[in-house]
């Protein structure tokens, strides 16, 4: 059975700070790594991909990968309302893509 | 440009009823997804496709069936509902190989419920 794991939160943060969202998988043949963002009753969205280890930024997020300790996390600076959602963690094996349950973050103004 | 439409949005079956989830995409992805999400879950693989023709089971395939006579079809049947099948169902595709895959685009999902 393969793991993806999450801290189900909730992870409340200021408005302007840091969120940190961590991630573990447990099949070290994991080959791509994504995080989504969902916002209650709609579907997930793409936030980030991360393929190698390492961080990849994209504006105020920042994905980090390290394959050896089979962890994925995602930063979110300066964070804003707007990004109170369920943040889900996607690790792609073989054909498949498997799912943590999700961090629920809120961004207090 | 579409991406993945699903239909219907929502729907309420009784039990033993049967129905099917229409899922269609326009992007020409090879790759397609069933999955569901129960309420603070998260997604879990029903059935998924590589292509025309080519379907195989996920986490949860049980109650379900699929079928991909077209590459941008891929319908899910529920045969004899039960409760246990209430949720939201999410259709996903994606193109590119197998290696350093692309990631899914997710059509809008269908609330089910079944009572």
């Known amino acids: 059975q393969k793991e993806v794991e999450q801290n189900s939160g909730p992870l409340s943060v200021p408005e302007g700070a840091i969120a940190s969202l961590n991630c573990t998988y447990s099949d070290r043949v994991s080959q791509s790594f994504f995080w989504y963002r969902q916002y209650s009753g709609k579907s997930p969205e793409l936030i980030m991909s991360i393929y190698s280890n390492g961080d990849k930024e994209d504006g105020r997020f920042t994905a980090q990968l390290n394959k050896a300790s089979q962890y994925v996390s995602l930063l979110i600076r300066d964070s804003q309302p707007s990004d109170s959602a369920t943040y889900l963690c996607a690790v792609h094996t073989g054909n498949q893509f498997y799912f943590g349950t999700g961090t629920s973050l809120t961004v207090i103004p | 440009n579409a991406g993945v439409t699903q239909t219907p949005k929502f729907r309420i079956l009784k039990i033993g009823q049967s129905m099917t989830l229409q899922c269609t995409q326009d992007?020409?992805?090879?790759?397609m997804y069933w999955y569901r999400q129960d309420p603070g879950m998260g997604l879990k693989l029903i059935y998924y496709s590589v292509g025309a023709g080519i379907t195989d089971k996920g986490e949860v395939p049980n109650g379900y069936n699929v079928s991909r006579s077209t590459t941008e079809d891929f319908p899910l049947r529920l045969e004899l509902a039960a409760p246990s099948q209430t949720s939201v169902y999410f259709c996903?595709?994606?193109?590119?190989?197998?290696?350093?895959?692309?990631?899914?685009?997710f059509g809008d999902g269908t609330r089910l419920s079944i009572l």
């Open positions: 996903a595709s994606r193109g590119g190989q197998v290696i350093g895959g692309q990631p899914q685009h």
């Open positions: 992007m020409n992805h090879n790759y």
